[in-house]
């Protein structure tokens, strides 16, 4: 039985890496009586993997961690809800399951692997006539970023415009930016919203390092853009 | 004092229709926003509002302000809610009457009074177009809320000037609102002065409810999970509520800190108590000191995010030598007197605990008392006196109470005096004068002498960020059987005291059920020697296996475990094994008291390398009193007579063994309060001759890899463990001029710490020690140095 956890994570727990997320995890499935199972083999490892990391410091509300329940068995949907409930009551406070799902039998790829893009909510005072700017920013045929290189661990020029999938004006707010931006995923060419925002503001003028965004991940897609927890349904 | 609303606290009170009152916390609140649709950062920013404004009110009413201008109700209601409507057009009016037509009952299940309803409506709706008034005594709920508002950013308290600033950026092209904000800008301004001089507390302190705050720095440092607490297990009082708050610092970074277990026992045993706060305080990095010290924000507790230096008393644990800089980095980064003496009825009683205080004198000067001993019951003796003593404005008065309890040492009452014997023409240590003729001569070690029915967490803290030791520690028998020499921890603890097999178990179920780990592991000096061990680690792997948990014992005594038990641990742990025979020959092993033969060791080999165990790592020290050279080489040879052993054990029995063995030495210190006190350690030079000539022998060895201690660190360790108190002086130059970390080999510098000791006029060398052998009960010259040290009772009265 595979099971998919839509979860948020806000707040303090933002400052909480990827591992530490996943430890954290491991831990209180084994608490709530729904352990994940775990690989045959010299180093066995817990099968269970997240959608689509999340880079310290980004709220979200729409994180996925699917797992695969010990025991092969399956559990009841009450005994699951109940599994939940105790899970939400040892979670720290900032992360928190929303909904899960039963992983139909038909699904057999990862979750991973359907990510193509993320959606992100950006907050930023501080910033005027946003509309204007992002506007001109997508005009752009070609945005260059630092990057890091993942083989070198440099960083590097790159080009970045063809990661930039789609953005829309949330509210147009006088001072103070509200948008959307849609980045890509893809395994070989992920777009971090940190990145996205510090080459918009070198397009605009900006100083990144004087403003303090509040970026939320709002929904993780597939290539058709439908977000991923639609594919469990 | 922290007051209500800041950060989590359920205390806030909703009239309800029939008068009754009904609680609406702050997670309330919370679930009131999603509701409504707030997004995420709507959300944040109301919530850090609704504190501000909670925290404003709090303390303008706690000034005798007018209860009859401000509705503390209103204020909580209006501050949490006030935005709730930002996603859409005129938010203010929109948020109002969303909050007229708010079904409470509906969310809550609670019902609000009309008049607090239309209160609060009523300042959700003014809040943006708010004319602020000319005084103090125009200040009303609405205008509480707007000050919270004009002074918070987003979810982050910034203050009044820097959110100004983003008004005029905003509005520059709008000269009708921002003459608007002009105007308002003096007169708010004045408002703030005067609430300060009303309060004598500054605006930030109040807003903030007295917490430092970090949100703003926490996106900007490395591995920001260490200082955002909250974690499982963690306890998070009201600060304004407790008899007695107590800071427990812990000098190094969070992930080391928080595997410490004496931590979570002194953590666990003081929230116990209804009547006590106790919060957590770490060192900080070099990047959060920096940005610390960049913006004037003190050192603070992870709980309540306050200022180390608010609490009562501040506890710090002396774990090793190397950490006492840190000790004084972290007092400088409270904004604490480093000095005891220079502390006054304002300041924490700064306290030690912890190995170390076997010697308490180089750190002396900086500690106002020190626990020597077991500190469970000391601190809550301490804690009953903090409590309990009418005069406690008097340090002095409530310090001499504390010198009474057994485990309690007051430096600043006894002063040592210098002269007599000399080393290299420096005066050494002579004897004490005591303050108070009341005071007792020496300092007796408190002794917990149940182990069974001493407090142990099983709530233990969960660290956020991957620590050094993942997993449930039990600790399952204090004190030891054995008497290695060498050994500070064996002759500190008084006598063996244990945990019954049932209390461990029950202990260990228990913590597993509230952390998830899966690995536990049982705490002792010397777990092999527990009464029973086989049974216990027997039937424990067994009801481990069924929970999917493991066993993992690091300072067992494998030469003393049978076969089958050995053969449970290789079933899962493939990793390896550790032998500490400490010495290379027989000879200097029953000099140092370590009861361990090499026959011990190849019979251990005999079972364990059928086993599978392939890693064998043998830990050896240098520089123990009484070594020749061929102590030195006895341990290359034998590394090379266990690697040949090895090789013929596998042709005689048929098998090739895969065999890896790694040397380890570290360098001998002479420890306080052990039979070699009085050894000199040896120099530098010494050191190095022979780490060189190890190094040379066991290269001949083939397949034994060599590590060993940096012996320049070993160096400081000796002068700290056996400095008298003007050592102190170097430590605080030290302090000073280094980077702290002194442990972290990037951070540790030599240099730094002989110009400390020259600097303050003392000799970078070991000044205490006698031309003996050990055993002698007098020195070739008949004259035994009077120790420093003597004025704590060594573990030795116990035995």
Redo the contacts between chains.
């Keep these: 039985m595979k099971l998919v956890f839509e979860f948020t994570k806000?707040?303090?727990?933002i400052?909480?890496?990827h591992?530490?997320l996943a430890?954290?995890f491991?831990?209180?499935?084994?608490?709530s009586g729904l352990?994940p199972a775990y690989s045959q083999g010299f180093n066995p490892h817990p099968k269970m993997s997240f959608a689509l990391p999340l880079a310290?410091?980004v709220?979200s509300?729409c994180e996925l961690l699917e797992f695969e329940v010990d025991g092969g068995g399956c559990h009841s949907y009450a005994y699951i809800d109940e599994a939940v409930g105790i899970i939400n009551g040892?979670l720290?406070?900032?992360v928190r399951v929303t909904t899960w799902r039963e992983k139909p039998d038909g699904v057999t790829k990862s979750l991973a692997s359907y990510a193509a893009a993320a959606s992100y909510?950006i907050?930023c005072?501080?910033i005027?006539d946003a509309p204007t700017k992002l506007a001109a920013f997508f005009a752009k045929e070609s945005v260059m970023a630092k990057k890091r290189d993942k083989k070198t661990g440099g960083y590097a020029e790159k080009e970045i415009r063809p990661q930039m999938l789609a953005y829309r004006i949330?509210?147009d707010m006088?001072?103070?930016m509200?948008a959307e931006a849609t980045l890509s995923a893809a395994s070989e060419a992920t777009l971090r919203p940190a990145a996205f925002f510090t080459a918009f503001c070198e397009a605009s003028g900006l100083d990144s390092k004087e403003l303090?965004p509040?970026i939320?991940r709002t929904a993780i897609l597939d290539a058709g853009s439908t977000p991923i927890i639609e594919v469990v349904k | 004092m922290m007051s209500e609303g800041g950060d989590?606290l359920e205390t806030g009170l909703l009239r309800d229709a029939r008068n009754d009152r009904v609680m609406i916390g702050r997670s309330d609140f919370l679930r009131i926003l999603e509701a409504h649709g707030a997004?995420?950062?709507v959300k944040?920013h109301c919530m850090a509002v609704g504190d501000a404004a909670v925290n404003i009110c709090g303390a303008l009413l706690g000034a005798g302000s007018d209860r009859g201008r401000i509705d503390a109700e209103a204020v909580r209601l209006a501050g949490y809610l006030h935005d709730m409507a930002r996603?859409?057009r005129d938010h203010d009016v929109v948020g109002a009457s969303m909050l007229r037509d708010m079904d409470f009952e509906g969310i809550l299940g609670a019902r609000v009074s009309d008049g607090l309803r239309e209160a609060a409506a009523d300042i959700i709706e003014r809040h943006m177009r708010l004319d602020f008034p000319a005084g103090i005594v125009g200040v009303d709920s609405a205008v509480v809320v707007a000050l919270a508002d004009r002074t918070v950013?987003?979810?982050a308290y910034v203050g009044y000037k820097a959110r100004m600033k983003?008004?005029v950026?905003?509005?520059?092209d709008?000269p009708e609102v921002l003459d608007r904000v002009r105007e308002n800008m003096d007169r708010t301004l004045g408002l703030i002065r005067e609430i300060e001089a009303l309060t004598g507390r500054s605006f930030e302190d109040i807003a903030t409810g007295g917490h430092v705050n970090i949100a703003?720095l926490?996106?900007l440092v490395e591995?920001?999970?260490r200082?955002?607490?909250?974690?499982?297990g963690s306890t998070r009082k009201e600060w304004g509520d407790a008899a007695f708050r107590f800071c427990f610092a812990f000098p190094d970074l969070y992930e080391i800190g928080m595997s410490y277990t004496g931590m979570q026992v002194l953590y666990g045993l003081l929230n116990e108590r209804p009547d006590v706060v106790c919060e957590r305080a770490f060192a900080v990095g070099a990047d959060m000191a920096g940005l610390l010290a960049e913006r004037g924000l003190p050192l603070f507790s992870l709980e309540n995010r306050m200022p180390v230096r608010r609490f009562d008393m501040v506890g710090f644990t002396l774990q090793h030598e190397l950490c006492y800089t840190n000790v004084l980095r972290m007092l400088g980064q409270a904004g604490i007197p480093l000095y005891a003496s220079e502390r006054g009825d304002g300041d924490p009683i700064v306290i030690s605990g912890g190995p170390c205080t076997a010697n308490a004198e180089p750190m002396a000067p900086f500690f106002d008392l020190v626990c020597v001993g077991d500190g469970e019951e000391v601190l809550a003796a301490i804690a009953d006196v903090w409590i309990e003593w009418s005069v406690k404005d008097d340090r002095e008065a409530f310090l001499r109470a504390c010198s009474r309890i057994q485990g309690v040492y007051a430096p600043g009452f006894y002063e040592p005096v210098y002269g007599g014997a000399r080393c290299d023409a420096f005066p050494k240590f002579s004897q004490y004068t005591k303050k108070y003729q009341d005071l007792p001569d020496y300092a007796e070690r408190a002794v917990v002498p149940d182990l069974e029915t001493a407090f142990f967490p099983v709530k233990p803290l969960?660290s956020?960020?991957?620590s050094v030791h993942?997993r449930v520690a039990v600790e399952i028998m204090r004190g030891c059987y054995r008497k290695c020499r060498f050994c500070q921890a064996g002759y500190a603890c008084a006598g063996v005291r244990k945990r019954s097999a049932e209390r461990i178990k029950q202990l260990i179920f228990d913590g597993l059920?509230?952390?998830?780990?899966?690995e536990v592991t049982l705490l002792s000096l010397s777990t092999g020697d527990y009464p029973g061990i086989e049974g216990l680690v027997t039937e424990l792997m067994e009801e481990l296996s069924v929970v999917?948990a493991t066993l993992s014992m690091p300072s067992l005594r494998l030469d003393t475990l049978k076969e089958d038990t050995l053969a449970k641990i290789a079933a899962y742990k493939r990793s390896g094994l550790t032998f500490a025979p400490e010495a290379g020959t027989q000879r200097l092993r029953d000099a140092i008291g370590k009861q361990i033969t090499e026959d011990d060791i190849l019979r251990a080999l005999d079972i364990c390398l059928p086993l599978g165990f392939q890693k064998f790592k043998f830990y050896f020290m240098i520089g123990l009193p009484g070594e020749t050279d061929e102590d030195i080489d006895g341990i290359a040879e034998l590394a090379g007579r266990v690697v040949r052993y090895v090789k013929e054990l596998g042709v005689a029995r048929g098998e090739k063994y895969r065999f890896n063995l790694n040397v380890s030495v570290s360098n001998f210190v002479p420890k306080p309060g052990t039979p070699f006190e009085r050894v000199r350690g040896n120099s530098e030079e010494e050191l190095i001759a022979k780490v060189h000539r190890l190094k040379d022998a066991v290269r001949k060895v083939k397949g034994v890899g060599f590590k060993y201690h940096d012996t320049r660190m070993s160096r400081v360790e000796m002068l700290l463990a056996k400095g008298d108190r003007r050592v102190s002086e170097a430590i605080r130059l030290a302090a000073e001029r280094g980077t702290g970390f002194d442990s972290w080999r990037e951070h540790f510098s030599y240099e730094n710490w002989l110009s400390a000791f020259a600097d303050a006029g003392l000799p970078a060398e070991d000044m205490y020690f006698d031309d003996c052998e050990f055993g002698d009960t007098v020195t070739k010259n008949g004259i035994m140095s009077t120790l420093p040290w003597s004025i704590i009772a060594q573990g030795k009265a116990y035995e």
């Design positions: 806000t707040g303090n727990m400052y909480i890496s591992l530490d430890r954290l491991l831990r209180v499935l084994r608490m352990r310290v410091g709220h509300t040892r720290p406070e900032g909510e907050m005072e501080g005027t949330i509210k006088r001072g103070r509200l303090s509040v939320t | 989590g997004p995420e950062h944040r996603a859409g950013k987003e979810d983003d008004l950026r905003r509005y520059a709008v703003p926490l996106p591995r920001p999970g200082y955002i607490g909250g974690e499982m969960v956020h960020i991957e993942d059920a509230n952390t998830g780990y899966d999917d």
